[in-house]
């Protein structure tokens, strides 16, 4: 074997006796000799650490201003009457009222609907007529909420209206709209469940 076959080997011996030594530690739980560290110890400041970098010290920044978490829908409205309107006049629902959209549309109703506003609608539900809660709930099958565009109902249930409470942290936005087909599903039951009722009695 040659110088330079010997010397390789030597070397390759140095360096794996070397790293035996420097890579094994009594403590098992630490790493050891770290070889060209580069990017194994993050430079990055703890969440709650001071951070010189800033006047106020603090490293959880705000987030810009006009900052929209991901799957979170903006709603640009107030809750005033006018802003109302408005919604009903430039919000669209984005769905149709078919049996997989009414039938998540009763659900929501009756897991957050019902109590006040009845099975039917009508404003009569159980947290109303057992005297629990005081404030009449509107009747919702009929107008005027009938006549109310979609996007009226969605401002409605998204900030709530006069006495009531505002549902908009609780129910999705795809449920909020599936809830107003549902409600107009009610609203055609109560019309037509009014006009099967004869006018005159007849003895
Ligand atoms: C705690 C009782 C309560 C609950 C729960 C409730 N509401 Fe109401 N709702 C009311 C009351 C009371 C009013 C009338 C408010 C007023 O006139 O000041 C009302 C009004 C409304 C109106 C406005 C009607 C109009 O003509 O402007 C709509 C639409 C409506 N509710 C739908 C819903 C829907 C949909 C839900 C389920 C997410 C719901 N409400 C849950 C009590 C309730």
Redesign the pocket.
């Given at each position: 074997m040659n110088i330079a076959g010997r010397t390789l080997i030597r070397i390759s011996v140095f360096l794996l006796t070397a790293s035996i030594l420097f890579g094994c530690d009594r403590q098992k739980n630490k790493r050891g000799y770290d070889f060209i560290p580069d990017m194994v110890y993050s430079r990055a400041y703890e969440t709650y650490s001071k951070n010189p970098n800033f006047k106020d010290s603090v490293t959880m920044r705000v987030p810009v201003n006009g900052t929209v978490p991901i799957g979170f829908t903006p709603f640009h409205y107030t809750i005033d009457s006018l802003s109302r309107v408005k919604a009903g006049k430039e919000l669209v629902n984005p769905f149709l009222p078919t049996d997989e959209v009414l039938s998540r549309g009763k659900i929501?109703?009756t897991t957050?609907?019902i109590?006040?506003?009845g099975i039917l609608g009508k404003?009569d539900?159980q947290?109303?007529s057992s005297g629990l809660?005081p404030?009449?709930?509107?009747d919702?099958s009929a107008a005027?909420?009938a006549k109310?565009m979609d996007g009226?109902?969605y401002h409605?249930?998204t900030l709530g209206?006069?006495?009531?409470?505002p549902?908009g942290a609780q129910?999705r936005p795809e449920d909020r709209w599936k809830?107003?087909l549902y409600?107009r599903m009610l609203q055609k039951q109560a019309l037509m469940a009014r006009d099967t009722i004869p006018a005159v009695k007849v003895k």
């Open positions: 929501i109703f957050f609907c109590g006040c506003h404003g539900g947290l109303y809660y404030l009449k709930p509107r919702i005027p909420t109310l009226q109902i409605t249930i209206f006069g006495s009531m409470m549902h129910i809830l107003v409600v």
